[in-house]
């Protein structure tokens, strides 16, 4: 290496958040303001997010892992309860179910989408549902910010009495057949991590249609106080609260809020870069031998989302990530090499996810072996996450394909 030309070295960290004066002018203003935790920022934010997405009820907490957290805890999970989800997923989705010594079920995943696979989701129920059902619910987890089979989901949610708890962390915004990942499931959760489509530095979201749980996850969000102690220190508030359940603090603040309704109103356009980003980087790899972009299929025009999204009734991806996969048979390197290279040539690059059961708390806890969900194990052997966010520019990507293009061929094999 490198036996071809490469430009000039550039230095692509693998996020990068899309923060301007806008965000820098709100978090002072909050500041100078005097009201630093959960207020009318909180609020606002809440409004926009319910407005854009299209949902009844929106409830802003400090991450995504309190959302699913307080998900289960509004449906009344219970010690032994089976919840089942996703083994190609961060650490959150699964943790939450043991915060309740509730019993973590693994389906495995389909090998083009790297979703859960519905089919061996419903020969999973067929085989193991019983009366007294243990299992309360599936987390579905829209991978990358590709939404799962939700019709499918739904429809054996029906069927074996389970809630469906979306984990869209990547998934904001994103689309089902028309419709917008929010309104679908009956609670879905989001993450506005530093990392994540829209950011709060750290920040959360549940969206839900039920007025009841709504409720319940407002209360619980803030110590189980009654419902006006958000409001017990501005002026016109009341001293007098009472505790109606031990609660979590889970709230989220004013001044993340504030970063939070700054970047509602760029939403569309960092979308609309990162689809661009996509369809940049798919026209590219789909001409080259050795690695695989495993959501080519869902790359769709740029400069036509609204037609598409609103009207297509079309499952639309939000691109949180772009996912390639190394093929071994072309290759003489490995992924941790391709991994190594890239960084040699300032490209930051990260593997999403390493399987749940492949670590040590899930291995010694269940026994799991990597054969017991092959697909996710595979898949996990060949994964990269490439750069991909809105502030890079057509240069960085360009400096992206070439890098990765010399790289497969300079290990040709
Ligand atoms: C980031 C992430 C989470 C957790 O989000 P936080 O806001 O950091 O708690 C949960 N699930 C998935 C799939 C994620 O990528």
């Known amino acids: 290496m490198p036996r071809f030309e490469l430009p000039e070295k550039r230095s692509i960290p693998f996020s990068k958040p899309f923060i301007d004066n806008s965000e820098i002018d709100a978090v002072c203003d909050v500041i100078k303001s005097g009201w630093l935790t959960s207020g009318q920022k909180v609020r606002a934010f809440e409004e926009a997010f319910s407005r854009f997405v299209g949902c009844r009820f929106a409830i802003a907490v400090n991450s995504c892992t309190s959302a699913l957290h307080l998900s289960l805890e509004a449906i009344g999970v219970k010690r032994g309860d089976r919840i089942i989800t996703s083994p190609m997923t961060f650490a959150a989705t699964a943790e939450v179910i043991r915060y309740f010594d509730a019993i973590p079920v693994f389906i495995d995943i389909e090998e083009n989408t790297l979703n859960i696979d519905v089919t061996k989701l419903e020969s999973f129920l067929r085989k193991n549902y019983r009366k007294g059902n243990p299992f309360r619910a599936i987390i579905p987890v829209h991978y990358a910010g590709l939404p799962c089979e939700m019709d499918d989901i739904l429809d054996l949610a029906k069927k074996y009495n389970l809630c469906v708890i979306e984990d869209a962390a990547h998934a904001f915004p994103a689309f089902y057949k028309g419709r917008m990942i929010g309104t679908i499931g009956d609670m879905t959760c989001f993450s506005f991590y530093a990392t994540k489509n829209i950011t709060t530095g750290e920040g959360g979201m549940v969206t839900t249609r039920r007025e009841d749980w709504a409720d319940r996850i407002r209360l619980m969000s803030l110590h189980g106080l009654s419902k006006s102690a958000w409001r017990r220190y501005t002026a016109n508030g009341d001293w007098y609260y009472e505790i109606i359940a031990p609660g979590y603090k889970y709230n989220l603040t004013d001044i993340a809020a504030a970063i939070g309704l700054a970047q509602m109103k760029k ?16 026209k590219a790899f789909q001409q080259m031998d050795g690695i695989e972009p495993v959501h080519a299929r869902w790359v769709v025009d740029p400069k036509s989302i609204r037609e598409t999204a609103y009207k297509g009734k079309k499952t639309m991806h939000s691109w949180h990530l772009y996912v390639i996969k190394i093929d071994k048979k072309y290759l003489t390197l490995s992924r941790d ?17 390493i399987p749940l059961h492949l670590h040590p708390y899930y291995r010694k806890n269940y026994n799991y072996i990597p054969q017991d969900f092959p697909v996710a194990t595979k898949a996990y052997e060949n994964i990269v996450s490439l750069p991909i966010y809105p502030s890079m520019n057509d240069e960085d990507v360009d400096y992206v394909i070439n890098v990765v293009s010399c790289i497969l061929r300079s290990y040709k094999r």
């Not at 939403?267 to 798919?282: N, P």
């Not at 090499?337 to 996810?353: C, L, R, W």
């Open 267 to 282: 939403v569309e356009k960092m979308w609309s870069r990162r689809i661009e980003i996509a369809q940049k980087y798919t």
């Open 337 to 353: 090499e391709f991994i190594e290279k890239m960084k040699d040539y300032g490209i930051g690059t990260s593997v999403h996810f």
